[in-house]
């Protein structure tokens, strides 16, 4: 019994673009095998994201916002970072509006 793929589309889902911004080695490759045929790109990149995921303890999350506004942002920071920078601990963002 032989499986034929030659009616399939080559990617049984959606593949996303992750734009990573101040995002570490060692991170990367964890989200890389967490999320096996996702392609992650950096700013160098000329793609339009799907999704930006940036440490805002190495990078302005402001620049990131202004940068990309109609792509959905996750930012991340570790305790000591977030509490020697004083970003707030969450920001909310629907429709291009910022709270």
């Known amino acids: 019994m032989t499986l034929d793929t030659s009616s399939a589309p080559f990617y049984a889902s959606r593949v996303a673009t992750i734009l990573l911004a101040g995002v570490d080695l060692f991170f990367r490759g964890k989200l ?6 996702h392609r992650f790109v950096t700013a160098d990149s000329v793609e339009t994201p799907d999704l930006v995921i940036c440490d805002i303890a190495r990078i302005d999350p402001d620049d990131v916002v202004e940068t990309y506004p109609d792509v959905p942002i ?9 509490s020697r920078r004083s970003f707030p601990r969450t920001r909310c963002r629907t429709s291009g509006s910022r709270s």
């Open 32 to 37: 890389e095998a967490v999320l096996p045929g």
């Open 74 to 82: 996750l930012g991340f920071t570790n305790r000591s970072a977030r």
